[in-house]
T-cell receptor, first 113, second 115 residues
Framework: AQSVTQLDSHVSVSEGTPVLLRCNYSSSYSPSLFWYVQHPNKGLQLLLKYTSAATLVKGINGFEAEFKKSETSFHLTKPSAHMSDAAEYFCVVSGDGANNLFFGTGTRLTVIP | NAGVTQTPKFQVLKTGQSMTLQCAQDMNHNSMYWYRQDPGMGLRLIYYSASEGTTDKGEVPNGYNVSRLNKREFSLRLESAAPSQTSVYFC??????????????FGPGTRLTVT
């Protein structure tokens, strides 16, 4: 069975400081993992995805995530937060290779000017 | 190219009323999905359609029906709305269902309140 745990429901950072959003996963298969972002009153947008290629994945808007199988983690990072990064972020794992996604409960990122 | 569109954006229903949420995509995708988003629970899959003419249940299908009207359109129907169905509903589409390498594209959502 697949599941995702996002370790923080809310993260607050100052503009220009690093961002770390933590995600642990559980999967019976070799998983594909994703990070989606949701800005207020908008749909979800794919930030980046890992599908068994390079373990360090680069996404849009300067975000990166590293797949660590030994730690079953897929944490999202960004070196320097921007005000426009304030949003809800979802870590997602796929099920058995099909496009059947399991979402974490989300982390709300607040960026303080 | 509008992507995935949903109507209506907002809806208030009384318990027992019925309604249909509409979704359309113009990306020529084969697969379409309906999710609900509740506070503190992330998104959960209600139904999906792997291809035109097929539909399958997801994690939380009770109280809902779907119709894949054609390749572009996938509707979600609440026959007798209940307060537990108060939620934000998202439609999504992807090129295919049988591979997770294909990105899902999401619509802007429908905020439904059942009183």
């Amino acid at each position: 069975a697949q599941s995702v745990t996002q370790l923080d429901s809310h993260v607050s950072v100052s503009e220009g400081t690093p961002v770390l959003l933590r995600c642990n996963y559980s999967s019976s298969y070799s998983p594909s993992l994703f990070w989606y972002v949701q800005h207020p009153n908008k749909g979800l947008q794919l930030l980046l995805k890992y599908t068994s290629a390079a373990t360090l994945v680069k996404g849009i808007n300067g975000f990166e995530a590293e797949f660590k199988k030994s730690e079953t983690s897929f944490h999202l990072t960004k070196p320097s937060a921007h005000m426009s990064d304030a949003a809800e972020y979802f870590c997602v794992v796929s099920g058995d290779g099909a496009n059947n996604l399991f979402f974490g409960t989300g982390t709300r990122l607040t960026v303080i000017p | 190219n509008a992507g995935v569109t949903q109507t209506p954006k907002f809806q208030v229903l009384k318990t027992g009323q019925s309604m249909t949420l509409q979704c359309a995509q113009d990306m020529n995708h084969n697969s379409m999905y309906w999710y609900r988003q509740d506070p503190g629970m992330g998104l959960r899959l209600i139904y999906y359609s792997a291809s035109e003419g097929t539909t399958d249940k997801g994690e939380v299908p009770n109280g809902y029906n779907v119709s894949r009207l054609n390749k572009r359109e996938f509707s979600l129907r609440l026959e007798s709305a209940a307060p537990s169905q108060t939620s934000v509903y998202f439609c999504a589409s992807s090129i295919e269902w049988d591979s997770d390498t294909y990105e899902q594209y999401f619509g802007p959502g429908t905020r439904l309140t059942v009183t």
